[in-house]
């Protein structure tokens, strides 16, 4: 074996080497870039998982017990609504949501939260505070949380200019502010879940999460007691945020199926307000 022969041998022995070495530092840096999810990540990323994702269901009681449980949802996971929105609570624990109040339906709702010991979030709108202000003192005192839900219900707040979302977002939570000075607004959830980057960013920027769902109860389609308790239960999952409503229209079928959804979700998974 010739002196040039051994020289090849060393260069290929070392560039073999090298080549591992830099293929598995790629793979680390890809896989650290990947998890790199949350609040503050970039919101503006499509996430095709969102649209392929499917809808985790089924039947109520192995959804609680089955292989769901064993997965619960990752933070990673939280963030894969439209536009990078919060969809899921990041945790097993399932968070129930009522949009477009303050409203005459309101105290029912928080009697019978309170009654089964559930905390929850209120998705509010600006214009209602001032008139529902002793509601929204309630729902403060008792325990639950609020969400920027705009002015006035604006379907179209993401074709709007960034200054004209800027002025709704800050104006509703200085409404919110005038009757419950300390309450903290984490979230912010666009009309119609009509998320765009304009009302995404906006959010964000005025320190909002901008928050879905994982599980709409269409209490405001239906309004039937009963297919709003079988699309709830049959739907629930570990992680899920679910989207009810204490105003916008006749809620008294959202307050009549909650007298017996509430018992049952109680029964069956961790309820928490959106931190
Ligand atoms: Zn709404």
């Known amino acids: 074996m010739t002196r040039w022969t ?9 560039a073999t080497v090298l080549a591992v070495m830099l293929i598995a530092s790629l793979l680390v840096v890809a896989r650290v870039t990947s998890g790199n999810y949350g609040a503050s990540a970039s919101p503006y990323r499509p996430n095709p998982r969102a649209a392929s994702t499917p809808e985790p269901g089924g039947q109520a009681a192995s959804a609680a017990r089955g292989p769901m449980r064993a997965e619960p949802p990752t933070r990673q996971r939280a963030y894969d609504g439209p536009e990078g929105t919060q969809r899921v609570t990041g945790t097993p624990s399932m968070s129930l949501t009522f949009d477009d109040g303050p409203s005459q339906y309101t105290d029912e709702v928080l009697d019978l939260l309170d ?5 929850a ?21 008792e325990g639950h949380t609020l969400c920027n839900h705009t002015w006035n ?57 901008p928050l879905h769902w994982s599980i709409d109860s269409r209490d405001w389609e239906t309004k039937d007691a ?5 699309l709830v239960e049959a739907n629930a999952h570990p992680g899920a945020v679910v989207l009810l409503h204490d105003g916008g ?12 959804l509430l018992p049952f979700l109680k029964a069956r998974y961790d309820l928490v307000a959106m931190p």
């Open 249 to 260: 229209g006749d809620r008294r079928e959202t307050t009549k199926a909650l007298k017996k």
């Open 226 to 230: 009963k297919k709003i308790c079988d």
């Open 6 to 14: 051994i020289g090849a041998r060393h260069i290929a022995i070392i």
């Open 115 to 119: 009654k089964h010991g559930i905390k």
């Open 153 to 209: 219900h604006d379907f179209q707040l993401a074709e709007r200019t960034p200054e004209q979302i800027v002025k709704d977002l800050v104006r509703t939570n200085d409404a919110i502010h005038t009757v419950v000075p300390n309450a903290k607004v984490h979230y912010f959830r666009n009309p119609g879940g009509n998320f765009n980057h304009r009302t995404v960013s906006v959010a964000q920027n005025l320190g909002m999460v």
């Open 121 to 141: 979030t209120f998705c509010v709108i600006g214009s209602q505070v001032r008139s529902h202000a002793a509601q929204m003192r309630r729902i403060v005192a």
